[in-house]
């Protein structure tokens, strides 16, 4: 059970006002001691006078006073938008250990209340995608279940007009004042970079300093150059023609996949066409993992490779359950959409536009004032001080880092938007997509590096060493076999056995030749298959990123089979020799099926 809210104390000055209301709740995820949980009690609608009551979800991890005064706090808030926070509170807690760590929950998030899910919307994509036929034309169904979700979000009195950027940005700035820091660091990650940006320029006395991670600029029209974005990743990869060519090849004829429905579990047929995979591999490409295999994943797809997509189709099931979707499309409608034409594209119509536009004409939400932000351009700003408190219409100092190979939030419009404003820097990371601190260890360091000293420009790590080398066309012999693998391991029962067959083997033959009883053709046969083992598991033990196994493996697999070749020709010579024993039949039958295991079907 967590401590009550007002047990949290925070550093507010003797004599200050009371801040917003907050309540005590117990933490309804896994938390470090120390941290406390409860809701800032804010208005649906702030816009409206005596709007019902919600409740936003926060933690705050209080950082040990053994010595000297605390540092600044920092704030922290999950993307999306629609993407849980508190999940992160102990990942956080170890990365900014001499701070206090306040994680935000955005209102209507999982963790506040109401919570605004929204099976039905995704019912109505799984079903989208059991047909062949590109989404644009089935958008009927779409909408029919995006407004019974509107209908029974309004039959629990939801007032979707509340849930927007500004509104989440004021839940920010009213538990400073609820909290009683008296100024503390926003940290943001790609869609929550807006609110924080918001929160900072309605609250410069209290904001020390703003970091943003996958920024996504105010003035950008995100569906609009979705296609265009991604067409650019795939440039920087070295494999836009081949991505061009996969587009057009599996839109003219869409491919067929097993999975998992994300909602019963049960098993499902989709089949997706070429724009149907670009979306995919668009999300795939916020994995820093699995950026390295997209080249050679690609190029297998141009070639007709179908089923090495199984891996991140799989995954995509997941995604779908990853967002409370009533929250991201109440901001989504408001703030995003009525700022994009949806005009058609040379580059694939991605999946994800197509959806939102549909369940945004559904939901007619009238679109939200633009407000200025602490990065807009043209705005008046000036320097904050060395220490960092902001005077009168300062701007605080600016953090924004970035993945080199990022679709959904480009490195390069953060960089265009960050450099016409003072005080703020920006940092690329190579080798990295969405969400830059998840995945680079350096990025961490650079940003706590920052909230120690803002003004500080030395850089403790190299942001231009990538996490991983990139695996190119022809780098890897394609298989889908090592993913079937980890789904169910039992096909690796006939590796075992002939590994374990060549061990006694050995040793048998071995022990034969020093009691000069023969044994020569039994001991080279069991050294052959111990020998392809060690060498394969020094082969495999050289890949630096795992993921790599779900689309192929080293080429050098393929030869180290010989080995079993050899051992297996050495076997049946031993068994079929006169007097042989009837046991001696059994390395050359695992011999034989393990050929069979390893050219027959995981090479395959």
């Known amino acids: 059970m967590a401590a009550p809210a007002s047990a949290v104390p925070g550093r507010r000055a003797a004599g200050a006002a009371q801040g917003p209301p907050v309540e005590e709740h117990p933490c309804p995820v896994a938390v470090p001691s120390g941290t406390t949980c409860g809701y800032l009690l804010a208005p649906e609608r702030r816009d409206v006078p005596n709007s019902r009551t919600i409740k936003v979800g926060y933690a705050v991890h209080r950082a040990s006073q053994a010595s000297g005064q605390a540092a600044d706090p920092v704030v922290y808030m999950s993307g999306g938008p629609g993407s849980a926070s508190l999940q992160l509170t102990g990942f956080l807690s170890q990365m900014f250990p001499g701070r206090d760590v306040v994680v935000l929950e955005q209102r209507g998030g999982r963790y506040s209340e109401p919570r605004l899910s929204c099976p039905e919307i995704v019912r109505g994509v799984v079903d989208t995608l059991r047909t062949p036929g590109p989404a644009s ?7 029919r279940q995006a407004l019974a979700c509107q209908s029974r979000l309004e039959g629990e009195h939801v007032d979707l007009r509340g849930y927007r950027t500004a509104e989440i940005a004021a839940d920010v700035v009213d538990l400073r ?38 920024l996504l600029p105010a003035g950008s029209r995100w569906y609009d150059e979705a296609s265009a974005a991604l067409s650019g990743a795939m440039t920087k990869l070295g494999i836009a023609a081949r991505f061009d060519a996969m587009v057009k090849a599996l839109n003219a004829h869409p491919a067929t996949y097993e999975t998992r429905d994300p909602l019963t579990r049960k098993r499902l047929t989709v089949q997706l066409n070429g724009d149907d995979v670009a979306t995919i591999l668009g999300e795939a490409l916020h ?6 295999i997209v080249p050679a994943l690609v190029d297998g797809l141009a070639s007709g490779r179908t ?24 901001v989504q409608c408001q703030d995003e959409t009525p700022y994009n034409s949806f005009p058609g594209s040379r ?41 960092g408190a902001s005077s009168e219409g300062a701007t605080p100092p600016v953090l924004v880092v970035g993945g080199q190979y990022d679709p959904t939030t480009p490195p390069e419009a953060a960089r265009q ?20 601190f998840l995945s680079s260890a350096c990025s961490r360091q650079m940003i ?157």
């Open 137 to 143: 034309a089935e958008t009927a169904p779409l909408a």
């Open 177 to 214: 004042a609820a909290l009683g820091y008296p100024r503390w660091y926003l940290f943001g990650v790609s869609y929550s970079t807006r609110p924080m940006l918001l929160a900072a320029a309605r609250d410069p006395q209290g904001t020390r300093g703003v970091v943003l991670d996958s």
């Open 287 to 292: 994995e820093t993992d699995v950026i390295p």
């Open 307 to 330: 089923e090495l997509l199984q891996p991140l189709v799989d995954a995509a099931g997941d995604g779908l359950t990853s967002h409370e979707w009533g929250l991201y499309y109440a």
């Open 347 to 387: 580059g694939p119509r991605l999946f994800t536009g197509v959806v939102d536009a549909a369940v945004c004409d559904a939901w007619d939400l009238p679109a939200a004032r633009a407000d200025a932000d602490l990065l807009t351009p043209g705005g008046s700003v000036t320097p904050a001080s060395a220490e």
């Open 417 to 436: 938007a960050v450099s016409a404003v003072p005080g703020a820097r920006f940092a690329e990371f190579a080798g990295v997509g969405h969400a830059v």
């Open 448 to 604: 706590a590096a920052f909230l120690d000293d803002p003004a500080a420009t030395a850089r403790a790590c190299d942001p231009g060493a990538a996490p991983y080398p990139v695996v190119r066309p022809g780098g890897l012999l394609l298989t889908s076999s090592v993913y079937r693998l980890s789904r169910s391991p039992i096909p690796l029962a006939v590796p075992a056995v002939f590994l374990l067959v060549s061990a006694v083997q050995l040793v048998a033959g071995l022990i034969s030749l020093v009691r000069r009883r023969g044994g020569g053709l039994s001991a080279l046969a069991g050294l052959a298959g111990v020998a392809l083992g060690a060498l394969s598991a020094l082969s495999l033990s050289a890949i630096k990123d795992w993921t790599t196994l779900a689309i192929g493996v080293p080429h050098a697999l393929a030869w180290y089979g010989l080995l079993a070749l050899v051992s297996t020709g050495l076997s049946i010579v031993e068994a079929f020799r006169l007097n042989a024993a009837a046991a001696r039949i059994v390395p050359a039958l695992a011999g034989l099926a393990f050929l069979a295991w390893l050219y027959g079907w995981l090479l395959s």
